[in-house]
């Protein structure tokens, strides 16, 4: 919303009907008493504490900036508490409060209420604060979201340590697979035939098999953990590539994401680009694709006089197809050894600071603010590791809402 002072009429009446449909929306809520006092913290039985479904309202930032316009007062952060705002409903002292495990209502007991009727005002509140939330999303702050986004006011959320964890876990579990003895299971009788009884093995193939399911599961986790990291790497190496949009950089697939903001030119990352690409396109692609590779190799022609000829005639045996199991435990430790050295290749050089930040699980900021923060403390690495750790302790007392609001 424009300035008060430097606002034309025009946008005053916009905004008073905003705040009109608003307080329609809130029928029933009043501000603050003049006195108000904290229910979070208010002993004695004087208020019932009911939990909000994150599904009702989730997003605390807009029920908070709602209550705010209503005039509910903010009574600051405690310990494991973000915020409180007071107001009143329908004659009843009330507060909603983002806490530790979530936000949290109070609705004070009139006397002679039950519970029972406490719960049901809380649910008109709930009710009444997505209402209010919903003329506030679509009126006021769809509008101007594009234009922040373009504006590069926006963060991504780092979610490169939970992919790097599915990475590390079925990389753990093929390992496992490939150097595990065969084993023999427990006696088990035969369905049908009384008296009889029978042992399986898992032998050497179904080890093979069971580790080339989990070499399979791990290549596609560390695509989808370097397509991340390509996007959270943005930042630290100058920025949106010129005319793009981030959106649009999202969507990309990996291999058009790293020819963006690596240089095809320098041998080193174009040979990393090819090892990563081989390992992609005949470890995961035709599994990701129903089982199909691009050269057809599962098509089978019937030739006169010949018989059913693969499409691809003998490069057939270059498919995935081929072999019983696409990969053994030597293709298996191939890709390891690959993988490790573009790891320690992105870890180093010109994305060093990028991954640092990254590895510590930090969102990714794309404001100037924080760009020009990068500029000041990167030429250091310890000084950047410094900041890092100052930010991840910062984060740590967010989420445990250690009254650093």
Same mark, same amino acid.
């Given at each position: 919303?424009?300035?008060?002072?430097?606002?034309? @009429?025009?946008?005053?009446?916009?905004?008073?009907?905003?705040?009109?449909?608003?307080?329609?929306?809130?029928?029933?809520?009043?501000?603050?008493?003049?006195?108000?006092?904290?229910?979070?913290?208010?002993?004695? %039985? @004087?208020?019932?504490?009911?939990?909000?479904?994150?599904?009702?309202?989730?997003?605390?930032?807009?029920?908070?900036?709602?209550?705010?316009?209503?005039? *509910?007062?903010?009574?600051?952060?405690?310990?494991?508490?973000?915020?409180?705002? !007071?107001?009143?409903?329908?004659?009843?002292?009330?507060?909603?409060?983002?806490?530790? &495990?979530?936000?949290?209502? &109070?609705? %004070?007991?009139?006397?002679?209420?039950?519970?029972?009727?406490?719960?049901?005002? +809380?649910?008109?509140?709930?009710?009444?604060?997505?209402?209010?939330?919903?003329?506030?999303?679509?009126?006021?702050?769809?509008?101007?979201?594009?234009?922040?986004?373009?504006?590069?006011?926006?963060? !991504?959320?780092?979610?490169?340590?939970?992919?790097?964890?599915?990475?590390?876990?079925?990389?753990?579990?093929?390992?496992?697979?490939?150097?595990?003895?065969?084993?023999?299971?427990?006696?088990?009788?035969?369905?049908?035939?009384?008296?009889?009884?029978?042992?399986?093995?898992?032998?050497?193939?179904?080890?093979?098999?069971?580790?080339?399911?989990?070499?399979? *599961?791990?290549?596609?986790?560390?695509?989808?953990?370097?397509?991340?990291?390509?996007?959270?790497?943005?930042?630290?190496?100058?920025?949106?590539?010129?005319? *793009?949009?981030? =959106?649009?950089?999202?969507?990309?697939?990996?291999?058009?994401? /790293?020819?963006?903001?690596?240089?095809?030119?320098?041998?080193?990352?174009?040979?990393?680009?090819?090892?990563?690409?081989?390992?992609?396109?005949?470890?995961?692609?035709?599994?990701?694709?129903?089982?199909?590779? =691009?050269?057809? +190799?599962? !098509?089978?022609?019937? /030739?006169?006089?010949?018989?059913?000829?693969?499409?691809?005639?003998?490069?057939?045996?270059?498919?995935?197809?081929?072999?019983?199991?696409?990969?053994?435990?030597?293709?298996?430790?191939?890709?390891?050894?690959?993988?490790?050295?573009?790891?320690?290749?992105? #870890? +180093?050089?010109?994305?060093?600071?990028?991954?640092?930040? !990254?590895?510590?699980?930090?969102?990714?900021?794309?404001?100037?603010?924080?760009?020009?923060?990068?500029? +000041?403390?990167?030429?250091?690495?310890?000084?950047?590791?410094?900041?890092?750790?100052?930010?991840?302790?910062?984060?740590?007392?967010? #989420?445990?809402?250690?009254?650093?609001?």
């Amino acid at each position: 919303m424009a300035e008060e002072g430097n606002a034309t @009429e025009g946008e005053k009446d916009a905004v008073a009907d905003l705040l009109r449909r608003i307080r329609l929306a809130l029928k029933g809520f009043g501000a603050a008493p003049a006195e108000p006092a904290s229910l979070v913290w208010k002993t004695g %039985g @004087e208020h019932f504490r009911f939990p909000v479904d994150p599904k009702d309202l989730p997003v605390p930032l807009l029920p908070r900036f709602v209550l705010a316009l209503a005039g *509910a007062q903010n009574m600051g952060p405690g310990d494991k508490v973000a915020w409180e705002y !007071i107001f009143t409903f329908e004659g009843s002292e009330c507060a909603l409060s983002l806490q530790k &495990y979530g936000l949290r209502l &109070y609705v %004070g007991r009139r006397p002679g209420s039950a519970e029972k009727e406490a719960l049901q005002a +809380s649910r008109r509140i709930v009710s009444r604060l997505k209402k209010a939330q919903q003329i506030v999303e679509k009126s006021l702050l769809s509008p101007r979201i594009e234009l922040l986004m373009a504006a590069g006011e926006f963060a !991504i959320t780092n979610q490169a340590p939970r992919l790097r964890g599915m990475y590390k876990y079925f990389r753990d579990r093929a390992f496992e697979e490939f150097s595990t003895p065969p084993q023999a299971t427990p006696l088990e009788p035969v369905p049908g035939r009384p008296g009889m009884m029978r042992q399986s093995v898992k032998g050497p193939l179904f080890r093979q098999v069971t580790g080339f399911y989990n070499t399979f *599961a791990m290549v596609t986790a560390y695509t989808s953990w370097l397509e991340h990291v390509l996007v959270l790497l943005l930042p630290f190496i100058g920025g949106l590539p010129p005319g *793009a949009e981030i =959106k649009k950089f999202i969507g990309d697939r990996w291999s058009a994401k /790293f020819q963006k903001v690596f240089d095809m030119k320098d041998r080193v990352a174009k040979g990393h680009y090819d090892t990563i690409h081989a390992i992609v396109e005949y470890y995961r692609n035709p599994y990701s694709h129903g089982g199909f590779d =691009k050269a057809g +190799s599962t !098509i089978s022609v019937f /030739f006169p006089g010949l018989g059913a000829l693969p499409l691809t005639m003998s490069d057939v045996r270059d498919s995935p197809t081929f072999d019983f199991t696409p990969a053994g435990v030597d293709g298996f430790t191939s890709i390891c050894s690959e993988l490790d050295r573009v790891d320690g290749w992105l #870890e +180093s050089g010109a994305t060093e600071i990028g991954m640092i930040w !990254i590895n510590e699980g930090l969102d990714v900021r794309f404001d100037k603010e924080f760009a020009d923060l990068l500029t +000041s403390r990167s030429a250091d690495v310890e000084e950047f590791q410094e900041w890092v750790f100052r930010s991840s302790l910062e984060r740590d007392r967010m #989420e445990n809402m250690e009254g650093l609001f």
